[in-house]
């Protein structure tokens, strides 16, 4: 039987700040998915696999991260610890008015 140990991950698209380790060189990226242990991430072809990291996506503070695998322009981040509670990754707010807002009642079809 094969189990999947992958932490469940939420698709989010999320603008991030990575600064590389030993320098203070930025870059910005996108966020495609993240879970408690890592993120993928879409670049401009700047990580590689092993590279140490520090990765702030959106508003919540900074963590250190290693880039484990990357190919072209997407990659896979791991978190070197915990991401903080404290800063969450938020959800898409509920519709709370326009046609979108009871685009899910039946009773509006």
């Known amino acids: 039987m ?3 140990a992958r932490a469940k991950r939420e698709s989010v698209f999320r603008n991030a700040i990575i600064t590389m380790a030993g320098s203070n060189a930025e870059i910005t990226c996108r966020v495609r998915n993240v879970s408690d242990t890592g993120a993928g991430v879409s670049h401009d072809n700047v990580l590689s696999t ?6 702030a996506i959106g508003k919540a503070p900074a963590v250190d991260a290693t880039v484990v695998w990357s190919t072209g322009k997407s990659a896979g981040i791991t978190f070197d610890g915990a991401i903080p509670q404290e800063a969450p990754v938020e959800a898409v707010p ?3 008015a326009g046609w979108l807002a009871g685009i899910n009642d039946a009773y509006q079809r």
């Open 2 to 4: 094969v189990t999947d």
């Open 50 to 55: 092993g590279m140490k990291l520090r990765i």
């Open 94 to 96: 509920e519709p709370r």
